[in-house]
């Protein structure tokens, strides 16, 4: 099993910048792609970015292409969101999560998740 934990996020002002990182430990050699979900209150948790462990294959929802940015540290077990230009829309908690697939962007995929952090963005 793969424990997942994510930190960084906060309260800023539209066209900030940010950056979550999602720490991995367990049975990460069991896991091929991590990726970050979102979800804003009454509204379905929705893909931002993946990323695979060993291809370093990266990709992202149309929604946040130019201006967010995946990469991880294999050595430290930890994957980043690199998140810049942010607008209030973004707004939601933010989820790290662990798939035995590589390059899917669907929940149902995601065996393991983090608690979340929450990234809050005025206008």
Do not use: H
Request: one cysteine or more; glycine letters at 10%; aromatic letters at 12%.
């Amino acid at each position: 099993q793969v424990q997942l934990v994510e930190s960084g996020g906060g309260l800023v002002q539209a066209g900030d910048s940010l950056r979550l990182s999602c720490a991995a430990s367990g049975r990460t050699f069991s896991t091929y792609t991590m990726g970050w979900f979102r979800q804003a209150p009454g509204k379905e948790r929705e893909f931002v970015a993946g990323i695979t462990w060993y291809g370093g294959r990266i990709y992202y929802a149309d929604s946040v292409k130019g201006r967010f940015s995946i990469s991880r540290d294999n050595a430290k077990n930890t994957v980043y969101l690199q998140m810049n230009s942010l607008k209030p829309e973004d707004t939601a908690k933010y989820y790290c999560a662990a798939s035995l697939m590589q390059t899917t962007r669907n929940a149902a995929d995601f065996r393991s998740w983090g608690q979340g952090t929450q990234v809050t963005v005025s206008s």
